[in-house]
């Protein structure tokens, strides 16, 4: 099961200073801040997936400055992400529209041939087609019709960009491999966009628009696939984020996904932060008293004492430090954190962050950031370390989706029949 992460320009400054909290004089973003795929020693997924619209800045889904998007149109992604530094040249690179970015507009903002432009021109290993996003589900409507004419349309207009195309994809002899994208309401509106991909050519297909889906959802219209699928066609999930399952779905042809979630999860989850093998622990929170929104909003509104959160926020940082060199007791830690969070309003999460304290994961943890950022990915504060836990939960979880499947198996490049 190849598993991409989408590329949201996230990178960590390796030399940033932990205890100063600054960033080196002599950075030179472009050129010292890394990838996930360069802090750890083995790849942490099988590829990158780009999002034009995060590119081009469509619908506010902008991530790159202009000169960014420059050097990328400049260099191709495999050098723009230091792809082929990699040891293990394996590392694949997959393009998209990002349909979400323009969902909302009738139509999708750009032809076949800007996308393909952007495929073609930064060297993608895979494209996918031109799509326009279905809201609603509705498994009832495949017996008592009630599908909705705005869905009918999407997919019609789905299935007509994936036959312009692929056409614009032959004529022009491109190298990459096209993905068509099946988009639907109901597990026979998903099988019917399969066959109709499948006819074109495609061999390749991304499922779209199962965001919102439950699991059993997602199996239901596996299974209604399965039943159309040719013996050489294989998926991919568009945006998983309910990745638990997601081997599971390998039986249905299923082959590969994205997903930001093991990234995410490390700064945006109440309390599942930290992966680790079979669970999870909760980040502990000592947020900056500068630089952190909520709390400098309480602090101008009077509701907070900034003095006292100065004192609070550099007791807990001690407390936490000294604890980690067995030089305080895990008792003095979690009283400090329990005083930071009080005077922020904070639910008490003292009996989460015994679990973490005790355990000390990070201790344990062998990845490329842990090893290097030691106590501090374990503190939920500011982007550094904040990202480095995302970087470390891709590592977890690339293990746990290995030792789910065992090594990944090599498969033959299906490519549509010309
Ligand atoms: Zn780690």
């Known amino acids: 099961m190849d598993f991409y992460f989408p590329d949201s320009q996230d990178q960590i400054e390796p030399t940033y200073d932990f205890i ?18 360069e802090i750890h020693k083995k790849p942490v997924y099988s590829g990158i997936l780009v999002s034009k619209s995060i590119v081009d800045g469509i619908g506010g889904a902008g991530r790159y400055t202009a000169a960014q998007r420059n050097r990328l149109y400049r260099l191709g992604v495999r050098e723009f992400f230091r792809l082929r530094d990699r040891r293990d040249p394996s590392l694949k690179s997959m393009g998209d529209c990002g349909a979400f970015s323009y969902a ?16 073609e021109g930064c060297g993608f290993d895979q ?8 809201f609603g589900y509705r498994a009832d409507a495949d017996t008592d019709g009630g599908a909705e004419e705005a869905w009918i349309e999407r997919q019609a207009l789905n299935v007509k960009l994936a036959e312009a195309f692929l056409e614009r994809w032959r004529s022009r002899g491109c190298q990459f491999e096209p993905v068509g994208v099946a988009h639907g309401w109901s597990p026979r509106s998903y099988s019917d966009s399969v066959a109709r ?6 061999r390749r297909i991304a499922l779209g628009g199962m965001v919102p889906l439950k699991t059993l959802q997602i199996i239901e219209c596996l299974e209604a696939i399965d039943e159309v699928r040719d013996v050489d066609t294989s998926f991919h999930l568009l945006g998983v984020t309910r990745t638990e399952n997601v081997t599971s779905f390998a039986s249905y042809g299923v082959a590969s996904f994205d997903s930001t979630s093991p990234f995410r999860q490390a700064f945006k989850d109440d309390k599942d932060n930290y992966y680790w093998k079979g669970r999870t622990y909760t980040a502990l929170r000592i947020p900056q ?3 952190n929104v909520k709390l400098s909003a309480r602090i101008r509104a009077g509701q907070i004492n900034q003095g006292e959160a100065h004192r609070l926020e550099q007791r807990a940082l001690r407390a936490v430090r000294a604890y980690d060199q067995d030089q305080a007791s895990i008792i003095s830690a979690l009283s400090a954190l329990r ?11 003292t009996e989460r962050y015994r679990e973490t304290l005790e355990d000390r994961p990070w201790k344990r943890c062998r990845c490329g950031v842990c090893t290097s950022a030691g106590v501090e990915v374990i503190l939920f504060r500011g982007t550094e370390r904040n990202k480095r836990r995302g970087f470390h939960n ?25």
């Open 20 to 37: 100063a909290e600054e960033r080196s004089p002599f950075r030179v973003r472009q050129r010292d801040d890394r990838y996930a795929h």
């Open 104 to 119: 909302a507009q009738p139509a999708p903002p750009f032809t076949p041939d800007d996308v393909i432009d952007f495929y």
């Open 127 to 134: 494209g996918i087609a031109i799509d326009h996003v279905i």
């Open 197 to 202: 991909l499948q006819d074109l050519g495609y």
């Open 289 to 291: 008293v500068e630089g």
């Open 339 to 349: 005083a930071y969070d009080e005077l922020q309003g904070r639910k008490d999460l």
């Open 394 to 418: 891709l590592f977890v979880f690339n293990q746990r989706l290995q030792g789910h499947l065992g090594p990944p198996r090599r498969r033959a490049t299906p490519v549509a029949s010309a």
